[in-house]
T-cell receptor
Framework: LAKTTQPISMDSYEGQEVNITCSHN???????ITWYQQFPSQGPRFIIQ???TKVTNEVASLFIPADRKSSTLSLPRVSLSDTAVYYC???????????FGAGTRLTVKP | GAVVSQHPSRVICKSGTSVKIECRSL??????MFWYRQFPKQSLMLMAT?????????EQGVEKDKFLINHASLTLSTLTVTSAHPEDSSFYIC????????????FGPGTRLTVT
């Protein structure tokens, strides 16, 4: 199992860029890295997924170094509505490795 | 994008009764669905993995006779909490995998179960 470690919480201010790093030292060769966002009393929402280097979509970027032992979710210019818990998951679905870590509680302040 | 629904969104039941929660993938077929439970201020806890047409695989410590999972079709999985007790009160969330090269899960909106 590729266990993940994230900071428990982070604070930021509106308009700032936020980077949340996840450590996954024992990531396997076929594992993908996926990030989810969860608001209170809602199911998690898929943000971004990557395997190596950099991936960017309309809401975030994901940076993965060459050794893949960590990954960084980058949220550009956060707003109050980005206050949520962010989870990174590492695994391949057919390994049934869909276990969440503790996540990072991001609080965006005005 | 892929949409997963859950029904009901909220349910209150009396201790000793059973409750069924449905999870549907609305616009894709899901050979694999997952069931999670989440207590306040905590992370999601995987309860079981459900594969269409076969028995669910339960995580250690999850009673399979109490949490019955049925995945009868490629778009529907159900979780039945049998003989519910107040300690079963929680937020239950399902997710589905589209498969076919997709490795991201799509989650339902969750079901808030309160057992009185």
């Amino acid at each position: 199992l590729a266990k993940t470690t994230q900071p428990i919480s982070m604070d930021s201010y509106e308009g700032q860029e936020v980077n949340i790093t996840c450590s996954h030292n024992n990531i396997a060769t076929n594992d993908y890295i996926t990030w989810y966002q969860q608001f209170p009393s809602q199911g998690p929402r898929f943000i971004i997924q990557g395997y190596k280097t950099k991936v960017t979509n309309e809401v975030a970027s994901l940076f993965i170094p060459a050794d893949r032992k960590s990954s960084t979710l980058s949220l550009p210019r956060v707003s109050l509505s980005d206050t949520a818990v962010y989870y990174c998951l590492v695994g391949l679905y057919n390994n049934n490795d869909m276990r969440f870590g503790a996540g990072t509680r991001l609080t965006v302040k005005p | 994008g892929a949409v997963v629904s859950q029904h009901p969104s909220r349910v209150i039941c009396k201790s000793g009764t059973s409750v069924k929660i449905e999870c549907r993938s609305l616009d894709f077929q899901a050979t694999t669905m997952f069931w999670y439970r989440q207590f306040p201020k905590q992370s999601l806890m995987l309860m079981a993995t459900s594969n269409e047409g076969s028995k669910a695989t339960y995580e250690q410590g999850v009673e399979k006779d109490k949490f019955l999972i049925n995945h009868a079709s490629l778009t529907l999985s159900t979780l039945t909490v049998t003989s519910a007790h107040p300690e079963d009160s929680s937020f239950y969330i399902c997710s589905a995998l589209p498969g076919q090269g997709h490795y991201e899960q799509y989650f339902g909106p969750g079901t808030r179960l309160t057992v009185t």
